[in-house]
Every structure is written in structure tokens, then in C-alpha cells.
T-cell receptor, first 112, second 115 residues
Framework: GDSVTQMEGPVTLSEEACLTI???????????LFWYVQYPGEGLQLLLK?????DKGSNKGFEATYRKETTSFHLEKGSVQVSDSAVYFC???????????FGTGTRLKVLA | GAGVSQSPSNKVTEKGKDVELRCDPI?????LYWYRQSLGQGLEFLIY????????KSGLPSDRFSAERTGGSVSTLTIQRTQQEDSAVYLC?????????????FGPGTRLTVL
């Protein structure tokens, strides 16, 4: 069945370091792919999305490219800030359904 | 405008009791989801409502779980005869329509603790 695999956390970085959080998927067809973020004490919110292969989603300095060749949707940021400390979730709606699958989340901690 | 709201924010109950969790979606959003987030786990899909269509209940873990959505708006998730393994954060989300590219807007969640 369809699935999402995220890298294990926590990830601890110093401010201004480069970030990559890996997400790979198994899916029927080419579903839309999403990154959601949960800041401390807040609800989940959409960070970015890509709706078809080779699309790049971007928001708040974060980017992710929908790569069907490697079935990946890695989240990247060139220079992280303390305010980026949060839990990041990769997600997709499998097989033409609305039964969204979320990864287990990757906790990012950015130190000043 | 107002976001998705959930109540109560915290619920502590004894094993075997029934609980009701409420979700008020964003006005005008036709799609509504319930998820469960257990400690250290990702979100687990429970149920999906779209307008007046029959809900997709395929994620409900047992027949102790049920949900309804009245008038295409407010939704209630009911857990009967609660068990300790039901302890989790229950999240509700709504989205504008039936497009799978639509953004889901999440509520703050209800933290359920079963003693």
C-alpha cells in the first residue's frame, strides 16, 4: 500500500545552517505531496505542497521538489533560524482517496 | 476569520466511560477530517466527511469509535467504553472542497487521557 517515510529526528542545527529533511513515498499514481509544520504550542499548518511531478513547492525560505524518479519530496532550507524549530510532517493522499497518510514527523531544533 | 476550533482542549476520563469530542470547521468548508496523533507517532486518519455524502469511515480503529457531522458543519467524534490505548491527541481539520490539492486547516486538538 501507499506509504510515507521520513527521516528520524530530532535534528539539531545551529542558526544559519543548511537543512534537509528526507521524505520518500510509495504511491499509486502521482498524488499531490505536502509538508505540514507544527510549531510549539500550535496546530499543524501547511508549509508547502506540490501537485505534480517536477513541481517545486516553496514557502518561508523552504523548498521541496516532487521527484518521481526517486519518489522523494525532501524539504530544504539554505539558512535556518531559531524560529524554524518545529515538527515537520510529510503527507500524501493515497490512491485517489482522501485517507491522507502522514509521516511520523521530524523534530527540528535550531540553536542560536 | 475564525479557524477550526475543537473542544474540549483536554479531557481526562476513566476507562470504560464514553467521551464526545467536538469540532467546528471553518465556515463554508465542505470537507472535514478527524485524525489521531499518538505520542511519537504521525497522524492516523480516522474519518472523512465531504458535504452531504456518506463519510469514509475506513480509518476508525474499532466499532467503539463513531462520528457524525450535523448540517454539514459541526462534527462530533464519540468514543464508547474508552480504553487506555485511546489516549492521544485527536485532531480535526477542514478544507474548502473535494480537491486533493486543497490545504487542510487544523484545529488545536483535544488531548484525551484515559486513566
Amino acid at each position: 500500500g501507499d506509504s510515507v517515510t521520513q527521516m528520524e529526528g530530532p535534528v539539531t542545527l545551529s542558526e544559519e545552517a543548511c537543512l534537509t529533511i528526507n521524505c520518500t513515498y510509495t504511491a499509486t499514481g502521482y498524488p499531490s505531496l505536502f509538508w505540514y509544520v507544527q510549531y510549539p504550542g500550535e496546530g499543524l499548518q501547511l508549509l508547502l505542497k506540490a501537485t505534480k511531478a517536477d513541481d517545486k513547492g516553496s514557502n518561508k525560505g523552504f523548498e521541496a521538489t516532487y521527484r518521481k524518479e526517486t519518489t522523494s519530496f525532501h524539504l530544504e532550507k539554505g539558512s535556518v533560524q531559531v524560529s524554524d524549530s518545529a515538527v515537520y510532517f510529510c503527507a500524501l493522499p493515497p490512491g485517489g482517496t482522501y485517507k491522507y497518510i502522514f509521516g511520523t514527523g521530524t523534530r527540528l531544533k535550531v540553536l542560536a | 476569520g475564525a479557524g477550526v476550533s475543537q473542544s474540549p482542549s483536554n479531557k481526562v476520563t476513566e476507562k470504560g466511560k464514553d467521551v464526545e469530542l467536538r469540532c467546528d470547521p471553518i465556515s463554508g468548508h465542505t470537507a472535514l477530517y478527524w485524525y489521531r496523533q499518538s505520542l511519537g507517532q504521525g497522524l492516523e486518519f480516522l474519518i472523512y466527511f465531504q458535504g452531504n455524502s456518506a463519510p469514509d469511515k475506513s480509518g476508525l480503529p474499532s466499532d467503539r469509535f463513531s462520528a457524525e457531522r450535523t448540517g454539514g458543519s459541526v462534527s462530533t467524534l464519540t468514543i464508547q467504553r474508552t480504553q487506555q490505548e485511546d489516549s492521544a491527541v485527536y485532531l480535526c481539520a477542514s478544507s474548502q472542497g473535494a480537491d486533493r490539492t486543497d490545504t487542510q486547516y487544523f484545529g488545536p486538538g483535544t488531548r484525551l487521557t484515559v486513566l
